[in-house]
């Protein structure tokens, strides 16, 4: 059953990606409007899928790269939706979405079989506040970079993507979002290192995790202080919203997974 709603959850991504394809390519409204529902509908069988896991395994979707990639689309889609609803300019970035939840299910089920039982020290509330947030960060930044990119897009071509607001207006969601994602960060270091002391007796030990995530929050706030103090805006921020993004995916992935700390020490395949 855990399968069968996981390539439910997939099955729909995929349509909501054609009909969002559809939009871009041959300005079908309705394509829009198909892809968001679809979007929405998707996250039914998925939310199935990873609380099934949840009950097989005894923990949260955190473990292999099964679990944490699946969790990570699940959040991204909900948060977009959310967004969506608050800023109706938004809506149109479903074009994006979609198609990058696709291929972050497509590269979840690759670790599909794997499981594992965790150590105690990794059954805290504050364990799962620290995931919780590190989630939200990764969905709201990747939301913010999608939106310098629609920015992008629409100062070369103001007559691209219709169902897009203005360009200015889409540089003003991609501060908001990086904004949002820099607070999300925040709480989910505090959140880390209070985990660390419960778990390992310190607050904070230089780990590569750790010094990454920290030197991923510097950057972010000396991008918004470009934003805020020297009034930055346009191509200059869109191109740092790029730059915050790359510090993101390293910090959650690339250091999670190709560098030995004792944030993965007990962790396979993620």
Do not use: C
């Amino acid at each position: 059953m855990q399968s069968i709603l996981f390539w439910s959850a997939t099955t729909l991504y995929a349509l909501a990606t054609v009909a969002y394809f559809a939009w871009a390519s041959f300005g079908r409204e309705r394509g829009a409007a198909a892809g968001g529902a679809l979007l929405g509908l998707a996250l039914l069988p998925h939310a199935g899928s990873l609380a099934l896991r949840w009950a097989e395994v005894g923990h949260g979707p955190y473990n292999t790269r099964y679990e944490v990639v699946s969790a990570d689309t699940f959040l991204l889609v909900a948060v977009f939706l959310v967004a969506a609803a608050l800023a109706r300019g938004l809506r149109g970035l479903g074009v994006l979405v979609a198609p990058a939840a696709l291929l972050l299910m497509g590269w979840a089920v690759t670790n599909f079989g794997l499981k594992r039982e965790v150590p105690i020290i990794f059954k805290s509330w504050w364990l799962v506040l620290h995931i919780g947030f590190a989630k939200l960060f990764f969905a709201t930044i990747l939301l913010a970079a999608f939106s310098a990119g629609a920015y992008l897009v629409k100062v070369r071509n103001p007559a691209a993507l219709p169902r897009l607001p203005s360009a200015e207006r889409l540089d003003l969601y991609g501060h908001q979002l990086t904004l949002v994602s820099f607070l999300f960060l925040g709480v989910m270091i505090v959140a880390g290192a209070i985990w660390a002391q419960q778990s390992w007796g310190r607050y904070w030990g230089w780990d590569p995790m750790e010094t990454s995530a920290l030197v991923t929050w510097i950057v972010f706030g000396i991008v918004l202080h470009f934003r805020v103090l020297h009034r930055w805006s346009g191509r200059r921020m869109a191109w740092l919203t790029f730059v915050a993004l790359a510090f993101a995916v390293v910090t959650i992935f690339v250091v999670a997974i190709a560098v030995p700390t004792i944030h993965n020490s007990y962790m396979v395949g993620s």
